[in-house]
């Protein structure tokens, strides 16, 4: 699941991206016209340096500032946050200061707007602007047109490189440079990117590159702006705000393809981004795996709870194909060996074969759920689910590995298998199995962190997760109806979702801000923290794409639903044999001091001692009603604590 985040997270910094992307050269216009060109490529992409991340096109300047600028609630709700109205407030000075310069604003009138964002210093990101010029004519008045309606506080200086002259800039409060070659007119505050344009501008560029032209075809032009993405660079500019463990991992986006575009379109109650990701004929790209792939209806959510925080979903036609096409992707990349370590460890362990077991058993529908997250222990309650093609066989085949698991341990019964009964109805067995990290060794890192140690099967699909008080309350929540594909907000998502996804990643912003300390560097977390009232305000994301013909189609929304509630987070959850009789006392743990228990009493006399997982550790029954409160002692004055009930009942624990 780690890779899924990280990828997510250039989508949270492709939004602020474009609404700085305006920030030297909005204008006001009568009527918005796009600007044309002989070729559909807009030529200033051949100024771009060609290690750029992250590319933005804003075609429409009035339309992109009347989007932010105007009544959308998404849009009014985000000035909320400093940094955002820090921006916004940016694009409207400049607004005003080309709309009372009438030879910039003729020179800008209907252009498009490229912005470059670039990795300069250790920390920081620095923006490129391009404009292609109409002609020579326009391009050869553009500097003098410039310089002379800075205004009398700008001091001008000139500097040459290239054959091209570059123009400084200074005010009190702003430093910046701009030239113009090729017809391009370009600006930027840092001096060396600047020069680094001129240079591409007469050398093979971004319009020589048939991954990046691939995906310019695809481009909607009436958006409000067209976002392209360089997998092999990004990291570059997630690496300014993930936290260190994550950024570790970072160097893994540059497989997933090759570019991206999305076209970003604004509702009053949704983000929406839409495009494409090409990638070349190679076996170490990630989504080559998913060709020939075409999928079905996705129906996994029947067994993925309604409390769920986020979940990742494989829907793919042939799950035997991908797991071997996923292997030679491995291989391709080095990484095959340590997944071999970790299924042979399953093998030790079961003297069974994981993959050929996951192949005999496993359906076309593949999900990792995180349900509640724990902020104590964040890798908690994370679980692999996958939809079976023969339950009988799949008991069978689990059956015996679990046997042979039992048998090479020489443990019993009592700790290896758990009966479950929900509502006096239905009842499970629980199954202790040493599965671990198998759905990432098979099916990817999408799956990270999902560290199974307990199965069970419901109806056509394995469960499998990492603790028993987890498993318990995820067969509950299926026992009893509480699933997504009955869930309001989920589908009203999915209305206007794909219809068949080959990967969907769905999650509730709310719950998952849980994580910000253990996804983002401490600053970041504490700019989250510090607007958190605004984030919460926005209830879902979701990131699908879907196999088109040899492209990757994406499909990206950001829901924004003021009136949100989340439902409460509860870690675990438990069914007494009676109802309560006191209120619940938390008592000290003396083998584990940082974490609490609970003890209850229900009104059968019954005294209870639960641990921090959901537990029942012991049960007593007291004859007698227990009149008094519960304390907790230590009689021996050895840190080993009993409990009383009143002056003639100790319990010793």
Not at 571 to 586: D, H
Request: hydrophobic share 40%.
């Amino acid at each position: 699941m780690r890779k899924v985040i990280i990828i997510s997270g250039i989508v949270i910094l492709v939004v602020a991206a474009a609404f700085w992307g305006i920030k030297y050269f909005p204008m006001k216009t009568e009527k918005p016209v796009i600007q044309t060109f002989s070729t559909k490529q807009n030529p200033a992409f051949k100024a771009v340096p060609r290690k750029s991340p992250l590319i933005i096109e804003v075609k429409d300047q009035d339309g992109f500032f009347k989007a932010l600028k105007g009544d959308n609630p998404l849009f009014a709700e985000l000035r909320g946050i400093p940094e955002f109205e820090t921006i916004f407030s940016n694009i409207s000075r400049f607004r005003d200061f080309v709309s009372s310069r009438s030879g910039i604003g003729n020179l800008l009138k209907s252009k498009s707007i490229i912005v470059s964002v670039n990795p300069s210093g250790k920390n920081q990101l620095t923006n490129l602007f391009l404009i292609q010029l109409n002609d020579q004519s326009e391009s050869g008045s553009a500097i003098d047109v410039v310089s002379r309606e800075m205004g009398p506080e700008y001091t001008i200086t000139r500097k040459y490189y290239d054959n091209t002259t570059i123009i400084n800039a200074k005010s009190s409060n702003l430093d910046f440079y701009f030239a113009c070659a090729n017809d391009i007119l370009m600006a930027s505050e840092d001096f060396i990117l600047i020069e680094e344009a001129i240079r591409q501008s007469n050398s093979v560029n971004l319009l020589s590159n048939k991954a990046f032209t691939e995906v310019y075809k695809t481009i909607e032009e009436t958006v409000l702006a067209n976002i392209f993405i360089d997998h092999q660079t990004i990291s570059q500019v997630l690496s300014k705000i993930v936290a260190p463990e994550i950024r570790k991992n970072l160097g893994q986006i540059a497989s997933y393809s090759n570019w991206s575009e999305l076209d970003l379109s604004a509702k009053p109650t949704e983000l929406e981004f839409n495009g494409y990701s090409v990638t070349r004929d190679s076996t170490d790209n990630y989504l080559n795996i998913f060709r020939n792939q075409d999928a079905q209806k996705l129906t996994i959510e029947k067994a993925i709870p309604t409390s769920s925080s986020y979940f990742v979903a494989l829907n793919l036609k042939d799950s035997r194909l991908f797991i071997d096409q996923y292997e030679v992707y491995l291989r391709a990349k080095g990484n095959y060996y340590p997944r071999e370590m970790n299924l042979l460890e399953f093998r030790k362990k079961t003297n069974t074969d994981a993959g050929k077991l996951i192949k005999d058993i496993v359906g076309n529908q593949v999900a990792g759920v995180y349900t509640n997250i724990n902020k104590s222990n964040p890798s908690q309650n994370r679980f692999f689910v996958a939809e079976l093609v023969n339950n009988s066989d799949a008991s069978e085949k689990l059956g015996k590995a679990f046997s042979e698991y039992r048998k090479l341990n020489k443990v019993g019964d009592e700790t290896m298998l758990t009966e479950y009964a929900v509502g006096g109805k239905k009842s499970f067995n629980i199954y202790r199995l040493p599965i671990a990290n198998m759905a990432e060794s098979l099916f990817g890192r999408a799956f990270a962190g999902i560290n199974a140690q307990y199965f069970a099967l419901y109806e056509k699909y394995l469960i499998c997760g990492d603790n028993l008080s987890g498993m318990k309350n995820y067969l509950q929540s299926l026992a009893s109806g509480k699933t997504l594909d009955k869930d309001s907000t989920y589908l009203a998502n999915n209305k206007e979702s794909q219809a068949k996804p080959n990967f969907y990643l769905y999650s509730k912003i709310p719950k998952v801000f849980r994580l910000k300390d253990v996804l983002f560097k401490p600053e970041v977390s504490t700019m989250l923290s510090s607007n958190e009232d605004v984030i919460r305000k926005f209830s879902t994301f979701s990131w699908q794409f879907s196999i088109s013909d040899k492209m990757i189609k994406n499909r990206i929304a950001l829901k924004y639903d003021p009136n949100f509630k989340e439902e409460p987070q509860a870690v675990w959850q438990l069914k007494l044999g009676g109802k309560l009789a006191k209120k619940p006392l938390l008592v000290v743990n003396h083998k584990d001091l940082p974490n609490r228990e609970v003890i209850v009493c229900d009104n059968q006399n019954n005294l209870s001692l639960i641990n921090k997982e959901g537990l029942v550790l012991w049960t007593i029954n007291i004859p007698g009603e227990i009149i008094s409160d519960i304390h907790q002692i230590d009689i021996y004055r050895n840190n080993r604590f009993q409990y009383t009930t009143d002056a003639l009942k100790l319990i010793i624990k």
